[in-house]
């Protein structure tokens, strides 16, 4: 009977060797498949990112027109037109505030905020007009072209302030694009109100051929 005992032991001590090593070939076999995946991924990314640094230094176009010629970037742009950016906005700078002490209110908050024009223009109208505080704006932007209505835009800067805005845009497409970057915003008092108007601005009245350009970056020019 003690035989037998020992026997069955043994035995067991054997399998759980045999298991044993068998999980640690496997796990050392997955550890060597997975340094090979990511040195071949971190290799293919520094090539890649040597391969765009030379065509900043040889290419004599803007940054966005270099990196316009990389259909991966083109894929993220469209994806941020199509309310991808808003959301980023909404969920990032949007959210923070800063607290500030007041006399008469007690703690008031404040919002930062990001210029999404082209080169600043946002910022340059809007310190331009507060240097004349004595004339009394009216507190309305007039964009012809205004395309999806945040990417370059220079009126959704305006229109998260609270200011009315007429947006021109030929292109049904950017103009929805533009209502949907939009939502929440047109709405903030009930002096606020937003038209988007489907037209071409030009010196007569009447209809024109609209040569569209599939591309979305030669829209931003």
Not at 2 to 20: G, L, N, Q, V
Not at 62 to 80: C, D, E, K, P
Not at 198 to 205: F, G, L, M, P, Y
């Amino acid at each position: 009977m003690a035989t037998f005992k020992m026997w069955r032991h043994s035995k067991y001590i054997r399998s759980c060797k045999y298991i044993i090593r068998g999980c640690i070939i496997i796990t050392i076999v997955c550890v060597i498949i997975e340094l090979l995946f990511i040195n071949t991924l971190i290799l293919f990314s520094l090539m890649q990112v040597k391969h765009l640094i030379n065509d900043f230094s040889s290419s004599h176009l803007s940054i966005i027109a270099t990196l316009a010629r990389y259909n991966s970037f083109r894929h993220i742009v469209a994806q941020g037109k199509d309310e991808g950016f808003k959301y980023l906005i909404d969920n990032t700078i949007a959210r923070i505030y800063m607290e500030h002490e007041s006399e008469n209110c007690g703690k008031t908050i404040s919002r930062l905020g990001f210029d999404v024009s082209s080169a600043g223009e946002f910022l340059f109208i809007l310190e331009q007009m507060q240097r004349q505080k004595a004339e009394p704006w009216k507190k309305l932007v007039v964009e012809i072209g205004a395309n999806d209505g945040l990417l370059s835009s220079n009126s959704y800067n305006f229109i998260q302030m609270g200011w009315s805005a007429i947006l021109v845009e030929p292109q049904r497409d950017q103009l929805d694009l533009a209502k949907k970057n939009h939502d929440g915003l047109t709405n903030q008092h009930q002096d606020q109100s937003v038209h988007y108007v489907h037209a071409v601005i030009s010196d007569h009245d009447g209809q024109e051929k609209l040569h569209v350009s599939a591309d979305l970056f030669s829209m931003q020019s």
